[in-house]
């Protein structure tokens, strides 16, 4: 498996059933999706964008058909392997924020990091520079209540890529936005992926998804369309990983 395709579902089926009735959320999706690429998942309510989204985010797995995540097959991990792969390879971001309450901007994006098992001060160091890389170097200390809701969506951006993952995940991002933060939060999503950076943002709203450079359309659990509308982005930079030490 190569580098090149950080998503790869294959004929997923998602099957939930109700009582004695099986509704099919997925009837058979593939979907393929290059490193670099910024994807948005359009479709009406009840058309499968959350379940398609549970199982690119390891939250789920398919009732039948497969899916490798950069590289690794995650049909057929348990629970505790499907968390440790969400946080090594996933950054999520919701349309709630999802920050803790009473814990500054530079705890919340460390908290990964707690769970990735690094040490106090390489935790603080890249989270420091994934607070810069929001440009929210002045509000490290400031816990969510004293921050805009387009502030505290930075702070989850920077929670997002703190572990530096393969893909950032976000469901609805901008849902919670005013147009101000709406801007913001797309010209950032913008300067994520020209570094390199996956993308799969899912979104109602066409001039949202108008910032994305693919389009995926879902209807009644199928891909009903497939649009290229900008190019791939080039190799990432890596600019949170730690500088080579020389002995
Ligand atoms: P969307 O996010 O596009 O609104 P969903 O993926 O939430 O769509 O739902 C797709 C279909 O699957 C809908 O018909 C929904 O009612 C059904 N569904 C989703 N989750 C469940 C569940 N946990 N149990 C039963 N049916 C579900
Ligand atoms: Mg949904």
């Not at 199982?55 to 797995?61: A, H, T």
Request: hydrophobic share 45%; proline share 4%.
């Amino acid at each position: 498996m190569s580098d090149r395709w950080v998503i790869v579902v294959h004929e997923a089926v998602k099957t939930y059933t109700v009582g004695s009735v099986e509704v099919q959320a997925l009837r058979g999706v593939s979907l393929a999706v290059e490193a670099g690429d910024w994807l948005a998942v359009m479709g009406a309510s009840g058309s499968g964008k959350t379940t398609l989204m549970n199982i690119i985010g390891c939250l789920d797995v398919p009732t039948t058909g497969h899916y490798m995540l950069d590289g690794i097959d995650v049909s057929t991990l348990d629970d505790r392997e499907l968390a440790e792969v969400r946080n090594q390879k996933i950054g999520f971001v919701f349309q709630s924020f999802n920050l803790l309450a009473r814990t500054t901007a530079l705890q919340n994006v460390e908290l990964p990091l707690v769970y990735a098992g690094l040490r106090a001060r390489e935790r603080r160091r890249r989270a420091l520079a994934a607070l810069d890389a929001v440009a929210l170097s002045d509000r490290t200390e400031h816990v969510p209540s004293e921050l805009s809701g387009g502030q505290q969506q930075r702070v989850a951006v920077a929670r997002a890529i703190v572990t530096d993952p393969a893909l950032i995940l976000a469901d609805e991002p901008t849902g919670n936005l005013d147009t101000v933060s709406t801007g913001d939060m797309l010209s950032l999503f913008g300067r994520l992926n020209t570094e390199g950076r996956t993308i799969v943002m899912i979104t109602h709203e066409a001039d949202v998804a108008a910032h994305a450079k693919r389009v995926v359309r879902l209807r009644d659990g199928l891909v009903i369309e497939d649009r290229r509308q900008g190019p791939v982005a080039g190799p990432p930079p890596q600019y949170l990983q730690p500088p080579a030490v020389r002995v």
